[in-house]
């Protein structure tokens, strides 16, 4: 089942072209500009009606709603919440007939997350599912959803679900904004960039021999490495941390950028590895800023950028600084490209350390 591939990770990392044609299929239509979902059809009035959106799920699906949130911010102009389901249990929190709930999970049936879905219920939200397990608990208990159709994930970490989490959040977000006349013209810019999506990550699984060697010369003896990214990228930083934990038990942090300066860059030194995100968008600059704070303590850095960027090489850096290129795409959906090299290292650092990929040694996973 696992075909040419080693491990069930791998295989489901190289299946993202696919999954992420698959999500889309029949739904993002290029020639017309529209989103059509079918599972949303009968609900679309009370959808667009809502007065907020709250987002809740569990660890990587949590990190696809802080991926999409900005986008839902920008298309929406409504108050978008995202909760962790276990937080969002521990709280009463207010809910409200007119709000509407997004639950996202690849099982379906993570227990935080049903627990949460049942309590909105109880207060009368409108509920949506995001699930990749057709007949699961998520998907009968909510109103109405968006299945993912990525097929079986047998790795225990989720690669393949967050790229389809994703790309189904922006797709609830373009067709809920379907009557905004304002936005038109960014929804037709987000709707054609996301049909180059799935070469465009092609494209990035060819770093692999690069990160190979990454994990081999910077990574592998590392007990420690943080991930920074801020506006889009921030989920992208939770997301590698995420599974540099889970899959190659390696202490980690996701970090704002700009929290460097309360506090991080105390921790700076010429060996921690500090994973940046630096692709092109709107806050650029202000990342080149924090940067240059770190090469200015000698850091240990590896930077995601666009291709042929070629800001990193001209820095007259004290240190090499190692650059990892992907293309480019819209800023909304540049993390869909930028995670592909967070997988691929967390993925060859656990081979390279013998661990049982596929597995995890945390009970709750
Ligand atoms: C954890 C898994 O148990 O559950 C994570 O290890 C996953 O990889 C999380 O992100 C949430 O799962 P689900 O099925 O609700 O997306």
Redesign the pocket.
Known sequence: IKGPYDHFMQKEIYEQPETTENVMRGRVDASTNRVVLGGLENWLTELRRARRIIMV???????SCVAARPIYEELMEIPINVES?SDFIDRDCCIFRNDVCIF???????AD?IHALKYCINNGAVTIGVV??SGSS?SRLTDCGVYLNAGPEKG???TK??TS?YVALVMIALCLSEDSVSRIERRKEIIQALTLIPNQIKEVLELEPSIIKLCENELEKQETVFFFGRGFQFASALEGA?KMK?ISYVYSEGILTDDLKRGALSVVDNVLPIIVFATKDAILPKVVSSVEQIMARKGNLIIICNKGDKTWKQKKQPRNIVTLEVPQTVDCLQGLLNVIPLQLISYWLAVKKGIGVDF?R?P??
């Open positions: 799920a569990s660890q990587t699906s949590y990190n389901a996202v999970s690849q099982s379906g049936e993570t997350t990749n397990s998520i225990v970490a989720s679900s967050y989490q995420s889970e995890s945390d709750a996973m």
